[in-house]
């Protein structure tokens, strides 16, 4: 899990974000700590390239990097 690598001081691996996203989607400690099951959740994410594929229903996806960096975010 990405969460004891920088616990014990690793660098981030390349998709730090995306691994992330799902181990907080799956964990006990995670998504299902903190919301009934399904309840709408929106998750915002800084990262250009995330791609959870295995994603809840009620959980949406929105990236900062379009709200930050408006149309230009793609260049």
């Known amino acids: 899990m990405e969460r004891e690598?920088?616990?014990q001081g690793m660098m981030p691996k390349r998709n730090a974000g995306?691994?992330?996203?799902?181990?907080?989607l799956?964990?006990?400690?995670g998504l299902k700590?903190?919301?009934?099951?399904?309840?709408p959740v929106l998750l915002l994410f800084e990262d250009r390239d995330v791609?959870?594929?295995?994603?809840?229903p009620n959980v949406?996806?929105?990236?900062?990097?379009g709200l930050l960096g408006g149309s230009n975010?793609?260049?």
């Open 60 to 65: 949406h996806l929105l990236s900062t990097v």
């Open 5 to 7: 690598r920088r616990k």
């Open 33 to 39: 700590h903190y919301v009934r099951d399904g309840a």
């Open 73 to 75: 975010a793609s260049a």
């Open 26 to 29: 799956s964990s006990d400690d």
């Open 51 to 56: 791609r959870v594929i295995n994603k809840p």
């Open 18 to 24: 995306e691994l992330t996203i799902a181990d907080f």
